[in-house]
């Protein structure tokens, strides 16, 4: 089966949870939260949940596991707090519930950072992809253009594909 027909196979709207990771934002200020969100409701696809979090590994262990037990949800995508900064914690707490990484997330994030975007700074971001269950997990960084970058070139394209693999 050619990549185009197998990515195409199965389910086409894939059930969202998307958190934000932040001690500043709110609801009207989470920009790219709300990025996400309308990405994700451009392309067919459906929100869940939307929460946001502050940076501390508790409250991000402990939204995690909501929704990966809640049998509505098929992803989880977070952003931000994928920095260097002490108070940046999200990828600890993702890679610790991650029964497998998608290392090719994050490499190619890197790559398309440092090539399109802000260069050799690309080597401070630590987005990150996994599946804990069947239940799949992106992180990216908070800002839009990460968001951006991220949901249009990676995450989107490749959604319904992981999703239908973990059903399998």
Same mark, same amino acid.
């Given at each position: ?31 790219? $939260?709300?990025?996400? &969100? ?10 869940? @949940?939307?929460?946001?979090? =502050? ?12 929704? &990966?037990?809640? =049998?509505?949800? /098929?992803?989880?995508?977070? %952003? $931000?707090?994928?920095? &260097?900064?002490?108070? /940046? ?7 610790? !519930?991650?029964?497998?990484?998608? =290392? ?12 399109? /975007?802000?260069?050799?700074?690309? !080597? +401070?971001?630590?987005?990150?992809? $996994? ?9 990216? =960084?908070?800002?839009?253009? @990460?968001?951006? +970058? @991220?949901?249009?070139? *990676?995450? *989107?394209?490749?959604? &319904?594909?992981?999703? %239908?693999?973990?059903?399998?």
């Amino acid at each position: 089966m050619s990549v185009e027909r197998h990515k195409a196979a199965g389910d086409q709207a894939v059930r969202c949870f998307v958190m934000t990771v932040s001690d500043t934002r709110t609801k009207d200020t989470d920009k790219s $939260g709300r990025l996400m &969100i309308d990405k994700l409701s451009e392309s067919g696809h459906q929100m869940v @949940a939307y929460r946001i979090v =502050p940076d501390e590994a508790e409250g991000i262990l402990e939204a995690l596991k909501e929704g &990966i037990e809640d =049998p509505a949800i /098929d992803t989880i995508l977070l %952003n $931000g707090g994928t920095g &260097i900064a002490e108070r /940046d914690v999200t990828i600890e707490a993702v890679q610790s !519930i991650f029964d497998k990484e998608i =290392p090719g997330f994050g490499e190619i994030f890197r790559m398309l950072s440092y090539s399109e /975007d802000i260069g050799s700074a690309a !080597i +401070l971001s630590r987005a990150a992809a $996994g599946v804990s269950g069947k239940t799949a997990v992106f992180s990216t =960084p908070g800002s839009t253009g @990460a968001v951006k +970058l @991220a949901m249009d070139r *990676l995450i *989107l394209p490749e959604l &319904i594909h992981v999703v %239908n693999e973990l059903k399998k």
